[in-house]
Structure formats: structure tokens, C-alpha cells
């Protein structure tokens, strides 16, 4: 099973690498706009920043949770793709919001979307699974064997 | 195995679910007493929502180590239900916050609870398992096997 | 396969349980210089408390993440050592901070290291893993059988 899920494990550690240079952007916007911990707040080109970063990083177990969900219980291939997608909205969240707070609403939404999917994919693959091991039914086999008689 | 941590997946979705709800109530209390991004706070009615999305989204990570911990090395059933009594916690938690800072403390000290029994079964699973693998004793089995002597 | 993950459970555990103290010394912290919830500053000795706990939960899932990316790719072995070295960084760097801004740098620094450290073995098992099943060829065999050519 393991071998499923080296493509989830690649994207995992992409969004890790991605918060690391989230974290490296706010360090240098820490010594570029001269906010030394333990403040969080300064001029408003720090605080887009900073906002940006602690928004990604609060979102990064959410999205963490979905992706082996949905694909371990539904898809690796399909959670592997959504993965990617949610990372490559991340990093234009990233940049926009670093430019101004109207910047950051496009990715922001893109990305929003990429995780209701994979909260789709995750929901499909719980009930599927429970209804394999308590119903003894597999709804895919059912559908399938229906297809005929329509 | 994947057959008994379908439960474990399902709470975990609803946590991911619950995070969602929340961090909608923020975007509704920014636009309701105005508090445009980057800007963190506002009246105290705002700054309430705030941290009581702030602190739930600080937690989850560690609520989903704890659940599948437990669930993985304890025991998957009686995890999933602890974990359900700790998403309950949480959503009284948020609706308390939001009305008063004394209204967050009943729910808190509950989930808080929830989580220290998720940690205990966490622990019992670990030490459990440590004992069968390295020292090939099954602590149960032991306990079990003395009960005659008692 | 769960045997071999028994250490990398028990130093999420110790994490958890890490997390934990810090979140108790931060409601210590607000009692003993009166900063009421939902305020999140006060004096510089509490908002250190108080970053030094917000940036450990920031961490928390990219630390998980790679510790079992890394252990269950790579060696559950070397990356239980690993985040027990990442734990106790972790350890002096709360107690760094809350004592001063300057005190926080040396063991961030470590943990920092330590992350990468993990980083790197997580990538080196996500590689071999692609190789293994999508190549079909063993990069450790490989550069086992081409030794005796050196």
C-alpha cells in the first residue's frame, strides 16, 4: 500500500518546502521593514506579509488531512493532482497578498475551491469505504452492475 | 487495517468540516464590523471570533495527532467517539466565545479533557506496543492470564 | 509494519505532550501579567511567552509531516532521533525566548537544522520510493553492486 502513496508523500513534502520559503519571506520582511520579534505588527507591507505566511500555515494541517483522506480512502492519483493545484494557488496567494490585500483574493478563492474538492474526494472515499465494511455493499460495483438495466 | 480506521477518517473530515464553519464566522465578522485584512483586530466582539478561530485552527494539528494515535495504537472505536466529543467541545467553545470571554471557559476545560483521555490512550497504545515488539510481552495477555491468581 | 512505527508514535506523543506545557506556561504567563483573553499583548514578557508558544503550534505540522514522511520512507529508526533532537531545540528554544528576544536565536537555529536534517531523509525516501515503484529500480542496489567497480 505504501507504494500508493509515495505520490502523496512528494506533495506533502512540497507544501512543507513551500512553508519553509513562506517563512524565509517573513524573516527577510523582518529585517527589511525593521520589526524584531516578538512584535507582529508594522508598517502595512510587513503586515500583508506576515498574514500571508500565518494564513498558509494555519490552513497546512487542514490541507494536510484532506489530501492522505481523500487519498487514501478515494484517490492517490486525483489527491496527488488537487495537492499540486492547492500548492501552486498557495504560492500566488502568497505573492498577491504580499503586494496588497486585493491581490490576494483570486488564489484565495482557487485555492478554497481545490480544497472543497479534495474534501469531496475525501467524503466520497469515508461513505464508500463505510458502506464496503458495515453495509458489506460496494457502491461502486452496484452503480456499475445498474448501468445495464438503464 | 484501512477497513477499521474508516471511523477515525470520518471524524477527521468533520474536524476539517468544523475548521471550515469557523473560519467562515470570521469572514462574516470582518465584514460585519468592518476589519479588512491584514488588520487582525477590531471591537472586542470581532477580536472574540478572532481567537476563538485562532486557538480551534492552533489545536486541530494536535487533535489529529492525538485521534490517530490512539486510534492506530489504542483502540479505533473508542477514539473516533472521543474524538466526536472533542468537535462538540469545540463548537460549544466557539459559540461561547463568541458571545463572552467567560462563556469560552465551561466548553475549553470540556475538550480539553477530551484531549488529555486521547493522550492517555495514545500513551497506553505506545507503551503497549513497545512491549510486544521489543520485549515480546503482550501487557494484556499478562494482565489477563494473572487475573485467575487474584 | 505499525511495529516499526511505534517510536515515531511515541515522539508525536512527546510533541503533543510538549505543545501542552507550552500552552499551560502561556495561561501562566496571562494570569501573572493580567492580559485577559482575547488580548494577545501585554508587556515584552509575555508577548515573548506568547510567540514562543504561537511560533512551536506553527511548527507542529511540519514537523509531523516529515517525521513520518522520513520514518516511514526513509527510517523510522533515524527519524525518531531526529525528533526527539527537534523536541528538546524546541524545549530550549521556549525557555530561550521567554527569558529574551536574543536567547530564542541559538536553538532556533538547532531545530531549524534538525527540520532540514528531516527534510532531507524524507527526499531521499520520497526519490527512492519513485524509483522503486515507478522505475522499477533499486537506487541502494544500484549503488550497492556498482561498488566493487570503484
Known amino acids: 500500500m505504501m507504494d500508493d ?3 502523496l508523500a512528494a506533495v506533502s513534502l512540497l507544501g512543507v518546502l513551500e512553508q519553509a520559503y513562506f517563512s524565509l519571506q517573513v524573516i527577510y ?13 508594522g508598517p502595512p507591507e510587513f503586515d ?3 498574514r500571508a505566511q500565518a494564513n498558509c500555515a494555519e490552513y497546512f494541517p487542514i490541507f494536510i488531512t484532506v489530501l492522505w483522506t481523500s487519498g ?3 484517490s492517490p492519483g486525483l489527491s496527488s493532482v488537487c ?3 492547492y500548492l501552486y494557488g ?6 498577491g497578498y504580499s503586494q496588497s490585500a486585493q491581490g490576494r483574493l483570486a488564489p484565495l478563492y482557487f485555492s478554497a475551491q ?3 474538492v479534495l474534501i469531496g474526494f475525501s467524503s ?14 460496494d457502491p461502486i460495483q452496484v452503480v456499475w452492475s445498474a448501468l445495464p438495466l438503464v
Open 48 to 50: 500583508r506579509v506576515f
Open 72 to 74: 487514501v480512502f478515494f
Open 90 to 95: 498557495r504560492f500566488r496567494y502568497f505573492c
Open 124 to 137: 466520497l472515499g469515508v461513505v464508500f469505504s463505510f458502506c464496503r465494511v458495515y453495509l458489506r455493499v
Open 83 to 85: 495537492g499540486l493545484l
Open 29 to 41: 520582511a523582518r529585517r527589511k521593514f525593521s520589526v524584531s520579534p516578538p512584535r507582529t505588527s
Open 114 to 116: 481545490v480544497l472543497w
Open 5 to 7: 502513496m509515495v505520490g
